[in-house]
């Protein structure tokens, strides 16, 4: 059982080039979402989804670009990479239904991604 | 906005002692969550507590939720090296349904 697969694990950019994180989850949850992670910022939601066709805006959305097409796949799209994107990115699915509770986020492994 | 606070941000232990991590919500919590991290690596969920004063243990790592609902702490006894990582609580958002993170503890542990 794969779990939630991203690629690539490295990434080097400069800036003004844009890019895709792929985000594959193999669970069947409904439930997909990406974070970056920061040094001294913690987890920052970028964008969301609760299934295919639906996807909404985290905390920091500016600059990123995602779609929904299908349940398994999540794929985050840089449009032109800047310096400030510098960061290890997540990928995370959860099986958790609506409401207050979302439930045990399953996270991807990270992916490095580098802007110069 | 929601926000965690996790205290203390770093921790060095001896082999063998015990320590606590707290996590502390600005708000009522619904669901507080606690995941471990390695270095380069994802997050791997620990547990989930929902009820005001529950107490859930994996192997030597306990975790509590206050009566409140407002505050948690993750314990561990007799600490190993394999006990050393990067903590992070995350809690909902309550209608949102998505989940926001503390900053993170980083716990080393000396043989």
């Known amino acids: 059982n794969a779990g939630v697969t991203q690629t690539p694990k490295f990434q080097v950019l400069k800036t003004g080039q844009s890019m895709t994180l792929q985000c594959a989850q193999d669970?069947?949850?409904?439930?997909m979402s990406w974070y970056r992670q920061d040094p001294g910022m913690g987890l920052r939601l970028i964008h969301y989804s609760v299934g295919a066709g639906i996807t909404d805006q985290g905390e920091v959305p500016n600059g990123y670009n995602v779609s929904r097409s299908t349940t398994e796949d999540f794929p985050l799209r840089l449009l032109s990479a800047a310096p400030s994107q510098t960061s290890v990115y997540f990928c995370a699915s959860s099986t958790g239904t609506s409401g207050l509770v979302r439930g045990e986020l399953f996270f991807g492994e990270g992916s490095r991604l580098t802007v110069l | 906005s929601q926000e965690l606070e996790q205290s203390p941000q770093s921790l060095i232990v001896q082999e063998g002692k015990n320590l606590t991590i707290n996590c502390t919500s600005s708000?009522?919590?619904?669901?507080l969550y606690w995941y471990k991290q390695k270095y380069g690596e994802g997050l791997i969920f620990l547990m989930m507590l929902q009820k005001g004063g529950e107490e859930k243990s994996h192997e030597k790592i306990t975790a509590k939720l206050d009566e409140k609902k407002q505050q948690s702490s993750l314990h561990i006894t007799a600490s190993q090296p394999s006990h050393a990582g990067i903590y992070l609580c995350g809690a909902d958002k309550g209608s949102q349904g998505n989940l926001i993170f503390g900053k993170g503890t980083k716990l080393s542990v000396k043989p």
């Open positions: 669970m069947n949850h409904e439930y």
């Open positions: 708000k009522t919590l619904y669901g």
